[in-house]
Structures are given as C-alpha cells and as structure tokens.
C-alpha cells in the first residue's frame, strides 16, 4: 500500500503543474481581455499583402 | 407659454451591426451607421476594398492639433517602449464601440506602412499601438485616427493606468485557493468514510501534506483578509475580516495541533474551502466598467498641451506649466485652460461642459473667458489671468469635499453588524470555556476552538457581495452604472432627491421653442415657418417644430447669413429672424436662453426662446419620486419656468435657481447636516461639486463614451424614467441581505449550540459550513433576480 505516497505526491506534483500554467497564463496577460478576441477570430483574412 | 412639445427620440437601427445608433449616427448611401467602422466595413462589402475607406479619409482642418505629441515629453503618459526604430503606444479610443471598429483600426497596418499592428481592447475601449516613427510620426498617427472617426482620448487623466491588477491578482489568488481547496477535500476523504486505524501512518501522511496544502491558502489567497482585518484594528474599527480571520487562525492552529499531536483529523477542508468560497464572493463584486472613468476631475476635460507665444514662435507647452501672464493661442474646438482674456478680435465659447447650457456665448476683445469654455469660431490669442488650478471652474476642486474620500467602507451594512457580531461570539466562547473548566477541563479547548471555528462569519461575509454584485449587474442592464457593488447598499437609505435642471430633467439634444411678444399674424406666422423650414440650424428646427400646424408658403426671394440669421421677402415686405445683435436690437441679458428675434419691415414683433425639451415621463417619474421622498431642483438658470417645475414636481418641493457651482455643494451639505441622505443627480462640471459632496450622485450622460464627472454612478437620459424602480430594487435588494443575514445567523445557531455542548466534529464542519455558504449564495442570487423580475429590471 506504500505506493500511495508515490500516487499522491506524484498527483499533487501534475495538479500543481497546472496551477504553475495558470497562474503563468494569468501573469503573461492572457486573461486581461476576453472580449476582443472573440471577435477578431470571426474577421476573414484577407490576402497577403504582395507590396512588403 | 411653455408647451411640452417633447419630441420621442426614434431609436434607429445601424444598418450593418443592428445596434442602435445614437444621435450622432453616420448617414451614408441612404443608410444609417452607428460608427464609421461600421460604415468602413459597408462600403467594403459593397466596394469590395478595404483601400477605398482609407484612401477616402479626409484630414480635418486642425492638422497641427496633435503637433505636441511629437514632443517626447508631452507625449511620454502614452508611450509605453521607444527606441529609434519602434514607438509602442496605448491610447484611449472612446469611438469604439462594436466589432467593426475593432475590425477597421486592427487592419491599420494596410492604410499606412509606418504602422505595425493594432491591438484593440474592447472592453476598455483602448488601442495598442506599434509604430516606426521614422514613417509616420505620432502627431499623423493621431491625424489618422481622428480622420476615420476615433478621436483618441489625450487628456492628462487617460494617460492613467487602470486597477486591472487588482482583479488579476485575486484571479491567481482564487487559482491557489481552488487547487489547495481541491486536493485537501481528496486527502480528506478517506477521514470522511471512515479510514481504518490500522492506516494511522496514512493518516499522518495526509495530514502533513494536508498542513502544506493550506499554507498558501493562508498566506496568499487569505493575505487581504488578514490585511484588512490588521487595517481595521489599527483604526479601532470592527470590519468583518476580524472575525473571520480569528475563525481562519483558529482552524489552522487548531487543525494543525490536532494533526502533529494525532488527536484527530483537523478542519482544514473546511479552513480551504471558506476561504475558496469568500474569494468567489469578492470575485462576483469586483465587476466594474472599465471603459468609463468615475473619477475624472477638472484635468480630464483639459488638454494635455497648449501653444504659448514665445517671442514669434509658439511652443507646446503643458498644461500644468501655464503661468499667470502667458499668451496661448486657443484653436477652434479647443478647451481654454485657465482663466484668460482675449486679445483677439470677438468669438463666441461653448461653457456647455461647465454650466450644462448648449448655446455658445458671444465674447468680445478685452473680455474674461473661464477655463473650461470651449472655442467656436477661428483660432484666437488670449493671455491667462490665473494659474490653472487657481481658475474660476477649477477652484470648486479645492473644496473640502473633494479632499475626503467619501466613508464607504464604515458604512456598509456588514461592517456594522460585525462589530457586534465579533463581541457576542468572544463572549460565548469565554462564557463555554468556563462552564467546560469546572464541568470537564479537558475540554475546555476543543470547545472554544469549535466555537470560534463554527461562528466564522463566512455565510454572513457572502450575503452583502453576492446581492450587491447582483444589483450592480441589473442595474448594469439598464444603462445604470455603478462605481462598485458596494454602493448599491447606499441608494437604499436616500430620501432626498436633488435634481439638476439643464441637461438632467432636460436634454441636451431635443430643442424646444416658445414665442414672447405681440401676437403674430396668420401670414407671419405662415412666413416664419417657411423659413425656418429651410434651415437646418437647430434653431430653425425648434421654431419649425413649434409653428407644426401653420402651412407654409413660396417666399420670394430668401437668404440666410450664417451666425446672423435669415431674411425672406413675401408680398413686397422684408422679413428677418435672428440673433438680436444683427437686427440691431439690445440684447436682454435676463434670459438665460438662446433668443430669435422677428421682425417685419421695421417693426421688431417679438422674439422666440428656444430652451431644451424635458425629457419624456420626466413628470411620472417625479411624482412617483415624491410618493416617498423629498425633491429638489437647483439650477444654474434663472426662475423663468419656475410655474411649469411646479407642475411638474411634486407639491412641497423646493426649487434653487441662479446657483453657482459652489451653491449646489453648500445646498447639498446643509441638507446632510439635517442628517437627510442625499442623492444628486446632475450632468456638467457645474454639478461636480454636489456630485461629489452628495451621499450617492448619478452623473446623466446622453453618451457613456462621453465625458461625465466624479460620481457615484453613470446614467444615460433615456434611462432615467427608471429611478424610482432602481431605488426600489435597492431597498428590496438590503431587505435580501438582512434575510440571508438572518439564515446565517440561523446557521451560526446550530452550529455554536453543537460546539458548545463539544459535539462538533471536523465531518460535521465540513459539511454544516460549505452548505451555508452555499444556500446564502443561492437564496441571494435567485431572491434578487425574482425581485429584478417582478420589478420589470
């Protein structure tokens, strides 16, 4: 049954992985505006410019 | 005479976003826009080219308006990285207002090569910028902007950040509190199915790791609570993070006793928990509108930057650089900052922004202009007289009031029960521990702890922001906009109402004529409504509106002189109507209205006044207000329609006119000293006193994106007919905090009468305190949208 220390160190280590990506989400500004790109993703591309 | 000809404004659709528009809505190609993003995005459609927008943008004639951001000084509260290649800039675009704005500026890059990207956010209504400066220059970039119809916001008070950190923080802070709370509930677990003894060393392990988990939870996600709690203290004031942080210390000490000395499981499921479910509280209450300022002062309706006449240059310089004696050049359209003289020939000034009236006033050489008029007419020179915080408009911000921060916090209604609230469980846990000290010492502990733990006033800290944030969102609905959720609780307890006349009970938009002086003849009559029915000026159109049921006839010949006014000549007479100064006639400077004079051949018959309409249901509104509260109307104009505010108010109402800015401040402080609560509502700057002096004031604003001062809460005039219902709301709304304060206490009831009798055990915590967090949540939330429902919000 020792292996429940292993499983539940080793779970805390992936649940805190993902803290560690949220709270990296979080401070890199992804959260700051939720509104704006939902409506940039629906603008078609036009395309390419050829002059640059 | 005084007719109430309102006149219903007709919401119109945009043509490509189906918003509606506002007044100032783009006509093109027989359709209505509600913005030129909307219109770009139509002739693309119908053009097929993005290129023909932009190559269709006209520059205005004030090329050198933004000449002084290219000055990196005056241009650094906008810049956020320079180097010689690149500029990154973030500037405040109010205009911005449906996807097809954010579809128009983010393609910018195509209009002009010097542009690198746009980043918009629409939420805060702001623009990220990257330029290379070497192609295009930040005063042509501002050019450009301004050309396709987003004028961007340069006053000094836009260049300030905004408290976005603050809700991001708490979004890391809940993150930590989520993930501890989560994975203590799983170790605890087994504890809640009975774990065999034979696993004690299981039970430590769990326990250990369980003390680990809850130490971010305590020192990051609880951090506010114990600052807060240490704040209020120090100011000898009882707020309710005191008892809850005595509740969060005892649970962990506690917990943590019971754990390392294996007497039992610890409550630290539960210690997670409520600190999880109070950052959610704090969460739902923290909704505020980004986009619109609530604290703006005298400085955001100025300028960044003026010209001074140095020798034969004029230099940019900044606004808080103008000294007494300074000559400035003052261009069409412009703000004069400080109080000045002009020096150039007459002009007329647009004082709507400092006393709410819409006509400009005529001005001539030698004469005092206060700051805050805006120029109409060609660029002028002028000298200042007084500093800009010194001027006639600006020194109502030295006053007391707004030096103060307006007491919020000791008021609400949390605050004040906590304080009792904190008394009467210390109490109850001294009182049980000495019964348990001579009935059986050994417990004595356990019971204080559990008495301490159960009473942690997590419910009783959920009620207030959970039926505050809601009303906040209701009221959000309706074009209601308050500072932050907490105010919500404050307009509950307003009896006295003051309103402000011009641009508040009246609008700004809808013009409304009456005529003064000798009975006019069938012919006249007819003979004026042709002529102003061939004019466009607003004016024309209000006197057009009020001669509605007189036909009109073909006039023989008919000129209008643009400032002057018109004249027709029908069966061989001559026919003028215009301002008094042209037709040669005195001006009486008693009326406070804009004046058209009529005179036939030589004889002047009479003249027409044109004042603002009363907004539609105005009367309805303020009878129903008078049912329950006292009414007031103060007013920077003169006493003329003293007989038809009668009508309109309630009886017993009192009526202020010819008040100063300062007037309405001293009114409204007075009526605070006979311990009245006070609500003002008002529009101009003329009003930013009282707005700010008062116990809750409501800016009225025709347009959110425009500007409104230092307030309470932003309203749009086509929502004011709503009043009555939000003070309502707000009352029922406190009646749903008392009753959930009343299932709390039910809560604590039970809770406390177990601990005390030393049956509290830590499953029962877990499950007795998430359980009342939860239905106080739920009772709230569905309480307030039922009494949102049954109120029509």
């Known amino acids: 049954m020792s292996v429940i220390y292993i499983l539940i160190i080793l779970s805390v280590i992936v649940a805190g992985t993902f803290l560690g990506l949220f709270i990296w989400a979080n401070k890199s500004g992804q959260y700051d505006d939720t509104t704006t790109p939902s409506m940039r993703m629906l603008f078609d591309d036009k395309k390419p410019e050829s002059k640059d | ?793």
Not at chain 2, 207 to 231: E, Q, R, V
Not at chain 2, 285 to 312: A, N
Not at chain 2, 478 to 507: C, M, N, P, Q
């Open chain 2, 1 to 793: 005479m005084i007719e109430t000809l309102n006149k219903v404004e007709v919401a119109t659709e945009c043509f490509h976003c189906h918003e509606p528009c506002r007044a100032d809505a783009i006509e093109f190609d027989d359709k209505k826009f509600c913005c030129s993003g909307c219109k770009a995005v139509y002739e693309l459609f119908s053009e097929g080219e993005l290129a023909e927008f932009y190559a269709n943008r006209s520059f205005d004639q004030h090329e050198e308006k933004y000449d002084f951001l290219n000055d990196p000084i005056l241009s650094a509260p906008f810049v956020t990285f320079r180097s010689d290649d690149y500029i990154r800039l973030k500037l405040k675009l109010p205009a911005i207002h449906c996807s097809s704005c954010v579809y128009v500026l983010e393609n910018l890059h195509k209009a002009d090569r010097g542009i690198k990207s746009v980043t918009t956010n629409f939420v805060k209504k702001e623009a990220d910028i990257l330029i290379q400066p070497n192609q295009i220059s930040l005063s042509k970039l501002c050019q450009l902007l301004d050309s396709i119809g987003y004028k961007p916001d340069l006053s000094l008070d836009a260049s300030k950040g905004t408290e976005n950190k603050k809700i991001s923080e708490l979004s890391l802070q809940i993150g930590v509190a989520a993930f501890c709370f989560g994975n203590i509930m799983l170790l605890s677990f087994p504890e809640y199915l009975g774990i065999d003894s034979a696993d004690s060393d299981f039970i430590k392990f769990f326990g250990l790791l369980s003390i680990a988990l809850s130490i971010p939870t305590m020192i990051y996600a609880a951090k506010s609570y114990f600052i807060n709690a240490f704040s209020g203290l120090r100011k000898g004031f009882f707020n309710i993070d005191i008892p809850i942080v005595l509740g969060i210390l005892t649970l962990f000490f506690r917990s943590t006793y019971e754990i390392v000395f294996s007497i039992g499981p610890g409550y630290l499921d539960s210690l997670s928990g409520l600190i999880f479910f109070l950052l959610i509280g704090r969460w739902f209450q923290s909704k505020t509108y980004q986009s619109m300022s609530f604290e703006r002062d005298y400085k955001s309706y100025f300028p960044l930057s003026v010209l001074k006449i140095v020798g034969d240059k004029e230099n940019p310089i900044s606004v808080n650089d103008i000294s007494v004696k300074d000559q400035l050049v003052i261009r069409n359209e412009e703000i004069v900052p400080a109080d000045a003289i002009l020096l150039s020939d007459a002009t007329s000034i647009d004082y709507s922004f400092v006393t709410g009236e819409g006509a400009p006033v005529e001005v001539k050489s030698g004469d005092l202009i206060y700051a805050g008029g805006r120029l109409k007419g060609n660029r002028i020179t002028v000298k200042v007289r007084k500093e800009c915080s010194q001027s006639y408009l600006t020194s109502l911000w030295n006053n007391q009031a707004f030096k103060e921060e307006k007491l919020t916090y000791a008021e609400e209604l949390t605050n004040k029960i906590s304080k009792h609230f904190t008394v009467v469980i210390l109490s109850i846990a001294l009182l049980g521990g000495i019964y348990w000290l001579f009935t059986n010492p050994d417990m004595m502990w356990q019971v204080v702890a559990a008495t301490l733990i159960i009473a942690c006033p997590c419910a009783l800290a959920l009620s207030a922001p959970f039926t505050n944030g809601n009303a906040l969102r209701v009221f959000g609905k309706h074009s209601f906009y308050l500072k932050k959720a907490a105010l919500a609780e404050r307009l509950a307890d307003i009896d006295t109402i003051v309103f402000d006349k011009t641009g508040t009970i009246t609008s700004l938009k809808n013009m409304m004529a009456s005529y003064n002086g000798a009975d006019l003849a069938e012919t006249s009559l007819q003979v004026i409504k042709s002529m102003t029915s061939n004019s466009t000026h607003p004016l024309s159109r209000a006197i057009s509106e009020y001669l509605n049921y007189h036909d009109t006839v073909v006039l023989d010949e008919f000129e209008e002189l643009a400032g002057k006014g018109m004249l027709a000549i029908y069966n061989g007479v001559s026919y003028y109507l215009g301002s008094p100064g042209w037709l040669g006639i005195k001006e009486d400077y008693t009326l406070n209205t804009s004046a058209v004079y009529f005179k036939k051949g030589d004889d002047v018959i009479g003249h027409f006044e044109i004042k603002h309409a009363y907004r539609k249901g105005v009367n309805k509104l303020l009878q129903e207000l008078g049912k329950g509260k006292s009414l007031q109307l103060i007013s920077g104009d003169n006493d003329k329609e003293m007989k038809y505010l009668e009508s309109l108010f309630p009886k017993g109402s009192k009526f202020y006119f010819n008040q100063k800015p300062a007037d309405k401040l001293n009114l409204i402080a007075e009526l605070q000293r006979q311990g009245k609560k006070v609500m003002m509502i008002g529009d101009g700057l003329n009003d930013a006193g009282a707005l700010k002096q008062s116990d809750f004031g409501i800016a009225i604003t025709d347009d959110i994106s425009n500007f409104s001062p230092a307030c309470d809460a932003i309203l749009t005039g086509n929502e004011l007919n709503n009043i009555d219902r939000f003070l309502e709301y707000a009352k029922k709304s406190k009646q749903v905090i008392f009753g959930s304060f009343t299932l709390s206490f039910a809560y604590n009831l039970i809770g406390i009468s177990l601990a005390l009798s030393g049956m509290l055990t830590p499953i029962f915590a877990a499950i007795l305190m998430p359980v009342s967090s939860i239905s106080v949540v739920l009772f709230t939330t569905l309480r307030g949208n039922y009494l949102a429902r049954k109120l029509m919000l």
